[in-house]
């Protein structure tokens, strides 16, 4: 089973050291100390268990480390910033692993970006070496990039020559869309093993700067202080500390504190409760500050975001998940008036953007989501968003147990889709004038207000409610899981698309297909013959 | 071998009827008249074979039959439209035969509404039975749809629930995208097997109308005649004939009269070199409607198409092609000159969006294309977009032998890319200000000059220049085909993204990958079994 959790003095492949502004996240990856065996974590390069330790030090500079505001990435190795996931890893493991594998990572690379969009945390990332495959797509991932000019070290994406792969954690995508480095270059630089030392990787726009080895040191430094004077001037800011998330898990369950997930094995689904919030909490800064990671919108939503990532990862054979909600919608409302009122504060903001990568990971996860509005359900403000987050949603209509649907601020902006839209803008692209009135409604949907409003999919009456609800789960878990996954790729993300929705539907998809082709992963593909002493033997049809 | 050219004398599954203002095209498809062995064409279900007598009938209504304002799809089959592509073909086909089967499909799709936007002309699917899958995402390449409501008669996209595989003709992303279903709806219309009729699939925004079987026809005349009434008042225009395109071939060439392809099959390469303009050519538009399909801007792009078509299908161990031009630069200018000081002349129109379509049929032809600018080419104008839609682009530095590069009007939104941006611009996203400064360069770019503006991707002198290429096309081909394929498929449409982009790169790459899944094509998987008395089996893992 693969735990997602870690703290720093966990870690084994990074150093985190934090010096007033400047946080310093170091790469020291220890080859033996890997998440399964048969392969060496040689010349930094990562498995899962690194890239778990690089979300989670992220996340907890966030939260723990508010007045950090420049965070420089490097390496401890000499001579080698980082070498990309480790072939032999990718190369033993399953199509489903390295699908999860690659996902996961895409979702750290998308959190740093995350942070320095919306927190404005500059990342800076100081190549005290040669950064190939993901360990320059982890650079591209940053604001900025510093290459030592040591007559050796070079960027690359070495991933279609010697593996017959893509540059799938965002490469190809930031290439061409986040540094728009001019197509035919980007062509170039793709194919090139050996990849581009300083000079040309600065011209071609690939790296930001270059330094000599006697200088690098002090020339980063000198850049990541003028970054930290460029950024908002330094208060005294205290952090919380995110402690560990406890559950109580038997094999078919796992219990959190406000996440009970139960699993149905043999049908092949979920059922994911989300417990919402206690009365009474507080409306004020200072208040939710002495609460800290205890306060519900931020336990809630890590708990949610470890039972997404448990579920992928350690339990794929459950097709479905299966959403309610138990609580007072009223309390749910009070904590997102509380969210909106002091939303400015650093604390706040950074719970608010929480929420929103939990919900957007919900959204990456290929199983497919249906939510239930069933008497005592709490779907407001926050927790709306898990009904039009799923594929579908089934309302119960039934005048004697009234149930309700309750929008708040939170519905309006805060919580936005990997496509750049609300939630609310992406069902109603046909009607957009529609947006608005949802948002703005005074008071509760019931069953028939929201049907009619299209806030949920179906709204049976409680003669029909256990039929629909098993046959709807009943057809869903006995269809292809594959068909799935592609088809909620292709109808969750309407409308624009963004970096990120390039990223998880494109890039991703492609890569998944090559994965799969035996021109990578066959006897004599190029992943399966990378280090060994045959060659990797194509069949050259062109698909 | 299979040949992409036909007409409608030749047709066997279409009746192409013309009746002033309004052409109905019928689909009869022959069950027996396949384009392979082993499947029958039950009820309107299409091969390859069908739609490219389709995608002939679209291409030559816009030449042959200019005043038609409404094209009416239909079935002269009882009680139904089109069952979608063919599922034992789809079953026995290779993986490779899938991809470009669907790729061709969904061009003859885009091509429908790259008509209806650009041409003004308005396409009805009249759908008299029911519309299955590739039937009803034909219906959705329509601007309307009308249903017969004969209590029958659905509209349905069962390839998830049935066959284990995506509505991947654009079908998913029609339905969000285009008719901007609310993603719940889609979500269970896609797995709704027996689809949705009439008043359902109105209120869902499936269909525009439906009208009971009695008043079908007439209802739908009523519409068409409407939608002439409010079309561009009908003039006396007359067409041209579109003959056939005839080419000397040998094993290893195909010469037509302006595009020469040469295979090094051994190389795995071929050299593609179209022949510029002759000098003289018409500037007025009477004389261009006289020249008629001879014309070259009409026959040079008409024979590139095919050939591409040929490489794709018929060649598909070529995995790169070498473009080259020979000719005049200042005939080539002379004809863009021509094309854009007649471009309101409805002929002319015409024979620019045709250009338009083939190059973005080149890139999306899972190839690589490198262009070549040698002494004697004539890279200048609508033919400078090789340069500019090549993977990479190497021009001959050599004073001795000066070659050249030279924009025109062409070069400035007339011959958009699949994103909707020029080459140009999606070639200098990072740096616009470049765009209209080389669009409006007055004179050639000599291979310095060339280099300096971004234009080519390396400008060697003539003692580097033979060893370069032959070291470029040697690495180029000894690489994975499929690396390659999703690589070209990621850099060469950064920026926006528009529906064809998300069809191409999206849906058809989570299509692909489904469609070497063993739950879609292993020995229990859904497409394997379907008519068989066995029935499917799914490792029900989700990925």
Same mark, same amino acid.
């Given at each position: 089973?693969?735990?997602?959790?870690?703290?720093?003095?966990?870690?084994?492949?990074?150093?985190?050291?934090?010096?007033?502004?400047?946080?310093?996240?170091?790469?020291?990856?220890?080859?033996?100390?890997?998440?399964?065996?048969?392969?060496?974590?040689?010349?930094?390069?990562?498995?899962?268990?690194?890239?778990?330790?690089?979300?989670?030090? @992220?996340?907890?500079?966030?939260?723990?480390?508010?007045?950090?505001?420049?965070?420089?990435?490097?390496?401890?190795?000499?001579?080698?910033?980082?070498?990309?996931?480790?072939?032999?890893?990718?190369?033993?493991?399953?199509?489903?692993?390295?699908?999860?594998?690659?996902?996961?990572?895409?979702?750290?690379?998308?959190? @740093?970006?995350?942070?320095?969009?919306?927190?404005?945390?500059?990342?800076?990332?100081?190549?005290?070496?040669?950064?190939?495959?993901?360990?320059?797509?982890?650079? /591209?991932?940053?604001?900025?990039?510093?290459?030592?000019?040591?007559?050796?070290?070079?960027?690359?994406?070495?991933?279609?020559?010697?593996?017959?792969?893509?540059?799938?954690?965002?490469?190809?995508?930031?290439?061409?869309?986040?540094?728009? /480095?001019?197509?035919?270059?980007?062509?170039?630089?793709?194919?090139? $093993?050996?990849?581009?030392?300083?000079?040309?990787?600065?011209?071609?726009?690939? @790296?930001?700067?270059?330094?000599?080895?006697?200088?690098?040191?002090?020339?980063?430094?000198?850049?990541?202080?003028?970054?930290?004077?460029?950024?908002?001037?330094?208060?005294?800011?205290?952090?919380?500390?995110?402690?560990?998330?406890?559950?109580?898990?038997?094999?078919?369950?796992?219990?959190?504190?406000?996440?009970?997930?139960?699993?149905?094995?043999?049908?092949?689904?979920?059922?994911?409760?989300?417990?919402?919030?206690?009365?009474?909490?507080?409306?004020?800064?200072?208040?939710?500050?002495?609460?800290?990671?205890?306060?519900? !919108?931020?336990?809630?939503?890590?708990?949610?975001?470890?039972?997404?990532?448990?579920?992928?990862?350690?339990?794929?054979?459950?097709?479905?998940?299966?959403?309610?909600?138990?609580?007072?919608?009223?309390?749910?409302?009070?904590?997102?008036?509380?969210?909106?009122?002091?939303?400015?504060?650093?604390?706040?903001?950074? @719970?608010?953007?929480?929420?929103?990568?939990?919900?957007?990971?919900?959204?990456?996860?290929?199983?497919?989501?249906?939510?239930?509005?069933?008497?005592?359900?709490?779907? $407001?403000?926050?927790?709306?968003?898990?009904?039009?987050?799923?594929?579908?949603?089934?309302?119960?209509?039934?005048?004697?147990?009234?149930?309700?649907?309750?929008?708040?601020?939170?519905?309006?902006?805060?919580?936005?889709?990997?496509?750049?839209?609300?939630?609310?803008?992406?069902?109603?692209?046909?009607?957009?004038?529609?947006?608005?009135?949802?948002?703005?409604?005074?008071?509760?949907?019931?069953?028939?207000?929201?049907?009619? $409003?299209?806030?949920?999919?179906?709204?049976?009456?409680?003669?029909?409610?256990?039929?629909? /609800?098993?046959?709807?789960?009943?057809?869903?878990?006995?269809?292809?899981?594959?068909?799935?996954?592609?088809?909620?790729?292709?109808?969750?993300?309407?409308? !624009?698309?963004?970096?990120?929705?390039?990223?998880?539907?494109?890039?991703?998809?492609?890569?998944?297909? /090559?994965?799969?082709?035996?021109? $990578?992963?066959?006897?004599?593909?190029?992943?399966?013959?990378?280090?060994?002493?045959?060659?990797?033997?194509?069949?050259?049809?062109?698909?």
């Amino acid at each position: 089973m693969i735990n997602f959790q870690t703290s720093p003095n966990q870690y084994r492949h990074w150093k985190l050291k934090v010096d007033g502004p400047v946080a310093t996240l170091s790469m020291d990856v220890q080859e033996d100390q890997t998440l399964a065996d048969g392969y060496k974590l040689k010349l930094n390069s990562y498995d899962l268990g690194v890239d778990i330790e690089l979300a989670d030090a @992220i996340q907890r500079l966030r939260f723990e480390q508010p007045q950090v505001r420049v965070v420089v990435l490097t390496s401890l190795k000499p001579r080698i910033f980082c070498a990309g996931a480790n072939i032999y890893m990718l190369g033993t493991s399953s199509h489903a692993f390295k699908v999860n594998f690659c996902k996961f990572t895409n979702e750290t690379r998308c959190a @740093i970006e995350d942070d320095s969009h919306h927190s404005g945390r500059r990342y800076v990332a100081a190549l005290n070496g040669t950064a190939s495959g993901g360990g320059y797509e982890l650079a /591209i991932a940053c604001d900025e990039i510093y290459l030592v000019d040591d007559g050796n070290s070079a960027v690359s994406l070495p991933e279609v020559p010697l593996l017959g792969v893509l540059p799938g954690t965002g490469g190809l995508t930031r290439l061409v869309d986040k540094r728009k /480095i001019r197509r035919d270059r980007a062509d170039v630089f793709s194919t090139l $093993a050996e990849g581009l030392k300083g000079k040309r990787a600065k011209e071609w726009g690939l @790296i930001d700067g270059y330094f000599p080895t006697s200088k690098f040191e002090e020339s980063v430094r000198t850049r990541v202080d003028e970054l930290v004077k460029e950024a908002s001037p330094l208060t005294a800011l205290t952090g919380i500390n995110l402690t560990p998330l406890t559950f109580e898990a038997a094999d078919d369950s796992r219990h959190y504190k406000y996440v009970k997930l139960q699993l149905n094995r043999e049908g092949r689904y979920a059922d994911l409760t989300l417990i919402g919030p206690e009365p009474n909490l507080p409306t004020d800064a200072n208040e939710i500050q002495r609460l800290g990671d205890s306060y519900w !919108p931020l336990r809630a939503y890590r708990e949610l975001d470890d039972a997404l990532l448990h579920l992928r990862v350690n339990e794929p054979e459950i097709g479905l998940v299966c959403l309610r909600t138990k609580g007072e919608s009223a309390n749910v409302l009070a904590v997102d008036q509380a969210l909106s009122s002091n939303r400015d504060y650093w604390l706040v903001r950074e @719970i608010v953007l929480n929420m929103a990568r939990v919900l957007r990971r919900l959204e990456l996860t290929a199983k497919s989501f249906f939510t239930f509005v069933e008497p005592g359900s709490c779907f $407001a403000g926050n927790l709306l968003e898990l009904v039009l987050a799923a594929d579908r949603s089934y309302m119960l209509n039934d005048p004697d147990s009234p149930v309700e649907l309750v929008v708040s601020d939170l519905n309006k902006g805060a919580l936005p889709m990997s496509n750049g839209l609300t939630r609310l803008q992406s069902r109603f692209l046909s009607e957009p004038e529609r947006v608005d009135k949802i948002a703005d409604q005074d008071g509760p949907f019931d069953a028939e207000a929201a049907e009619e $409003a299209g806030l949920v999919t179906f709204a049976p009456d409680d003669l029909d409610w256990e039929d629909e /609800i098993r046959v709807a789960i009943e057809e869903r878990t006995s269809l292809s899981p594959d068909a799935l996954t592609g088809m909620e790729a292709s109808l969750r993300f309407a409308g !624009p698309e963004t970096m990120d929705t390039k990223i998880y539907g494109r890039l991703t998809a492609w890569q998944n297909w /090559i994965f799969q082709r035996p021109n $990578a992963v066959g006897e004599h593909g190029a992943l399966t013959n990378y280090g060994k002493p045959t060659q990797a033997q194509f069949d050259y049809k062109r698909t």
